[in-house]
């Protein structure tokens, strides 16, 4: 739960342009009323030192918007592969000597 507590106050930090600190975190935290153990302020601080937060969620959102074309071309792909494989079982109806009425016994 701590980890969940310092990535909303590292959210907030970065929305009032303020630095994601470890002492800002805690800071954020305890207002709050949250107990977080100060490792975690540590280790979220270091993760996201030097680096812009917003810019790191813009990223996941542009990766997000492909997703579903990567989904639709995956699923044209198998339909098309279906579509091959019916095909191929029609042609091997079609040869058999079934359908002309003799067989190679008969």
Not at 5 to 28: F, K, M, Q, R
Not at 51 to 73: Q, R
Request: aromatic letters at 6%; proline letters at 1%; zero cysteines.
């Amino acid at each position: 739960m701590s980890d969940a507590i310092v990535s909303y106050a590292a959210l907030i930090l970065s929305d009032a342009g303020l630095d994601i600190t470890s002492e800002n975190l805690l800071t954020l935290t305890k207002a709050a009323g949250a107990s977080v153990d100060k490792v975690w302020a540590d280790v979220f601080a270091t993760a996201l030192e030097g680096k812009d937060l917003k810019e790191i969620l813009a990223g996941f959102a542009t990766v997000g918007a492909g997703a579903p074309a990567a989904g639709a071309a995956g699923a044209a792909a198998s339909g098309s592969t279906e579509a091959a494989a019916e095909e191929e079982k029609e042609e091997e109806k079609e040869e058999s000597d079934d359908d002309m009425g003799f067989g190679l016994f008969d």
